[in-house]
């Protein structure tokens, strides 16, 4: 299984990026997709999550700015950054909950990490 994330770069306090992070390879099937990120000097953290039926679940911080969504298949996970924050520098991680044989249970895997600088 690997994950492919697309969409980090620098931009401006109060503007936007899309991140995108594309899940390929034997997958049966996924339980959970997600953002998480991590700052200079810091553990790796939440951003946001969703499900196949569309719940999601953000990071005190970056609710109202943040909004993940998926694709049909479930195996694309966005997130879209507004109202970015120089706060919001880190390196993002997508994440999925993959099973890749049947009744075999869920493992983690992430993705290589997408750079996103906001500068002030």
């Known amino acids: 299984v690997q994950l492919q994330a697309s969409g980090g770069g620098t931009v401006q306090a109060g503007g936007s990026l899309r991140l995108s992070c594309t899940a390929s390879?034997?997958?049966?099937?996924?339980?959970?997709l997600g953002w998480y990120r991590q700052k200079p000097g810091e553990q790796r953290k939440l951003v946001a999550t969703?499900?196949?039926?569309?719940?999601?679940n953000y990071e005190d911080s970056v609710v109202g700015r943040f909004t993940i969504s998926r694709d049909s298949a479930y195996r694309t996970v966005y997130l879209q950054t507004n109202s970015a924050e120089p706060d919001d520098t880190a390196v993002y991680y997508c994440?999925?909950?993959?099973?890749?044989?049947?009744?075999?249970?869920?493992?983690?895997?992430w993705g290589q990490g997408t750079e996103v600088t906001v500068s002030s």
């Open positions: 994440y999925a909950s993959v099973r890749t044989q049947p009744r075999s249970f869920y493992d983690n895997y």
């Open positions: 390879g034997n997958i049966l099937s996924v339980s959970l």
């Open positions: 969703i499900t196949s039926w569309d719940s999601t």
